[in-house]
């Protein structure tokens, strides 16, 4: 099967960096597309960042120009740099992989806890 770990959240100040990193493993061909979401407390999960087998990427609106997506295709891996948090970016932070079999099946990680004090 598809196993999907994130790793790199914690507890950080206003203005601090985290750089989250996600491997994806198993049965894993076809891998596609590869990106992080997220999800504070009583609010809907929310994409932050996606990037293609290509590399194109796509960003919430609100991390444009403090967040940083990069993928290493040889590791299977995403990275999420995250400079410049603020309070408000605070939220379990979930990685999302796309395999294409014959339409898109997606795998979830367990998430990871990023927490940003004012």
């Known amino acids: 099967q598809v196993q999907v770990v994130e790793s790199g959240g914690g507890l950080v100040q206003a203005g601090g960096s985290l750089r989250l990193s996600c491997a994806a493993s198993?049965?894993?061909?076809?891998?596609?597309?590869m990106g992080w979401y997220r999800q504070a407390p009583d609010k809907e999960r929310e994409l932050v960042a996606t990037i293609t087998s290509s590399g194109s990427t796509n960003y919430l609106d609100s991390v444009k120009g403090r967040f940083a997506l990069s993928r290493d295709s040889t590791k299977n891996m995403v990275y999420l740099q995250m400079n410049s948090l603020r309070p408000e970016d605070t939220a379990v932070y979930y990685c999302r992989v796309g395999l294409r079999r014959l339409g898109m099946v997606y795998y979830w990680g367990q998430g990871t806890q990023v927490t940003v004090s004012s």
């Open positions: 198993g049965s894993i061909f076809g891998l596609d597309t």
